[in-house]
């Protein structure tokens, strides 16, 4: 079965400093991998998609970026974190339908 | 622009009561799929429609996408303090990778 992992759990970080997040699947070969961004009650915002390693679609401008290093994994960064990055980031990958991880809540101070 | 449009953004009723959740496209869906999202956890599959007109359900949980496949609904029987929390809708759409999010609805259900 399909498994998606995402560390850490919960992230708080002090306003420029560097982030990474990683995701990695389990259980499938050349996945479909999704990062979104959920602000405080809110719907989820698509920020990256990747369909093969090295290849990464941006949906929004930001000072965010992502990479796919690994058939299996995805990673989210930024150089220089804003407030506003603050939010609970969800990992996925499409299948039958759209399985997500568990997520990362990133407060930024 | 939003490319789903949900509502109502939040519903509260009370324990027992039928409630119904819609979600409109702006663009013929390949795809429609719902969502149930604790807060601050990940989110659960509930359905996912892909034939206009089709209909599925799940213990008291059914989804129906019209004949147009541009939109959806949600509907709750009978609702119970376990179906409280935020329903998302998500989309595929013709010729993209993608998968996007209406804004989701808040339920609480009031025993």
């Known amino acids: 079965s399909q498994t998606i992992h995402q560390w850490p759990a919960t992230l708080v970080q002090p306003v420029g400093s560097p982030l990474s997040l990683e995701c990695t699947v389990e259980g499938t070969s050349n996945p479909n991998l999704y990062w979104y961004r959920q602000a405080a009650g809110r719907g989820l915002q698509l920020l990256f998609y990747s369909v093969g390693i090295g290849q990464i679609s941006s949906e929004v401008p930001q000072n965010l970026s992502a990479s796919r290093p690994q058939d299996r994994q995805f990673i989210l960064s930024s150089k220089k974190l804003l407030l506003s990055d603050s939010g609970f980031y969800l990992c996925?990958?499409?299948?039958?339908?759209?399985?997500f991880g568990p997520g990362t809540r990133l407060t930024v101070t | 622009s939003q490319e789903l449009e949900q509502s109502p953004q939040s519903l509260i009723v009370q324990e027992g009561k039928n409630l119904t959740i819609n979600c409109t496209s702006s663009?013929?869906?390949?795809?429609l799929y719902w969502y149930k999202q604790k807060y601050g956890e990940g989110l659960i599959f509930l359905m996912m429609?892909?034939?206009?007109?089709e209909e599925k359900s799940h213990e008291k949980i059914t989804a129906k996408l019209d004949e147009k496949k541009q939109q959806s609904s949600l509907h709750i029987t009978a609702s119970q303090p376990s179906h409280a929390g935020i329903y998302l809708c998500g989309a595929v759409f013709y010729n993209n990778n993608d998968m996007r999010f209406g804004a989701g609805t808040r339920l609480t259900v009031k025993p």
């Open positions: 996925a990958w499409m299948g039958y339908e759209q399985y």
């Open positions: 429609l892909q034939k206009g007109g």
């Open positions: 663009k013929t869906l390949y795809g």
